[in-house]
C-alpha cells in the first residue's frame, strides 16, 4: 500500500513548491494594490487615470499564463463588439479560476453589451464579492440602477466609487447629475 503512494511524493513536492513561489508573489501583488489604492484616495485629478489603470492592470493578472490569455481574447472580443466570443472566452476563464473577479467584471461586460441585463448583475455581484474595492464593477453596477430607475441605490453606488477615486470624472458627473435629479445640491 505504501509502495503505490510512493510515485506521487515527487509530484506533491514539485505542487508544494510552485505553491510556495506563487503565495509571496500573490502577497507582495495584493499589497501593491493596497498601495495603489492608497495612492488613488489622495490623488491629484491628473494621477488618478494612471493610479487606476495600474490597479486594472494587476487584477488582470491570475497568475497563470493560459488564464491570462483566455482573458485577454475575452477582453479582445469585448472591444471588438463581439459579445458571445467574449462571453464565451471569460467563461472559460471563470471556469478554469473562479476567484478571478476581473473575469466577471470583464463578462458582465459582455452581458451588458448582449442586452442581458440579469447575468450582467449577477457577475456583478460575483465580482464585488471577491473584490468589494473593484470600482469598474462599481461604476458598473451604478449604471444599472440608474438604467432600471433606482437614482438613488446609484447615487449610494457612486458614493461608494467615490470613495476609493475621489478624482474620478464619470463618477463626479454621475453623483452631481443624480443629485439634480433627486433634488439634492444644484450645479
Not at 513548491?17 to 507582495?28: D, H, K, N, T
Not at 485577454?72 to 462571453?87: F, K, Q, Y
Not at 467563461?91 to 447575468?119: C, K, M, Q, S, W
Not at 453596477?141 to 458614493?159: S, T
Amino acid at each position: 500500500m505504501g509502495a503505490s503512494i510512493l510515485p506521487f511524493k515527487p509530484v506533491l513536492a514539485a505542487l508544494a513548491i510552485s505553491v510556495a513561489a506563487v503565495l509571496p508573489v500573490q502577497a507582495q501583488e495584493a499589497d501593491r494594490v493596497a498601495r495603489l489604492f492608497e495612492d488613488l484616495r489622495t490623488a491629484d485629478p491628473e494621477q488618478t487615470s494612471e493610479i487606476a489603470s495600474g490597479i486594472r492592470e494587476a487584477w488582470s493578472r491570475s497568475g497563470s499564463a493560459t488564464v491570462d490569455l483566455l482573458l485577454e481574447r475575452g477582453r479582445e472580443a469585448l472591444g471588438n463588439g463581439d459579445g458571445r466570443t467574449a462571453i464565451e472566452h471569460l467563461t472559460a476563464v471563470i471556469d478554469h479560476a473562479p476567484d478571478f473577479a476581473e473575469a466577471y467584471a470583464l463578462r458582465a461586460n459582455a452581458y451588458y453589451l448582449a442586452g442581458l441585463t440579469g447575468p450582467a448583475i449577477e457577475d456583478l455581484r460575483a465580482t464585488l464579492a471577491l473584490e468589494p474595492r473593484h470600482f469598474g464593477a462599481l461604476q458598473g453596477f451604478a449604471v444599472l440602477l440608474e438604467e432600471m430607475g433606482r437614482p438613488e441605490d446609484a447615487r449610494e453606488i457612486w458614493d461608494r466609487v467615490l470613495a476609493l477615486m475621489p478624482h474620478d470624472p464619470q463618477a463626479n458627473e454621475a453623483a452631481q447629475r443624480l443629485d439634480i435629479m433627486l433634488g439634492g445640491r444644484t450645479l
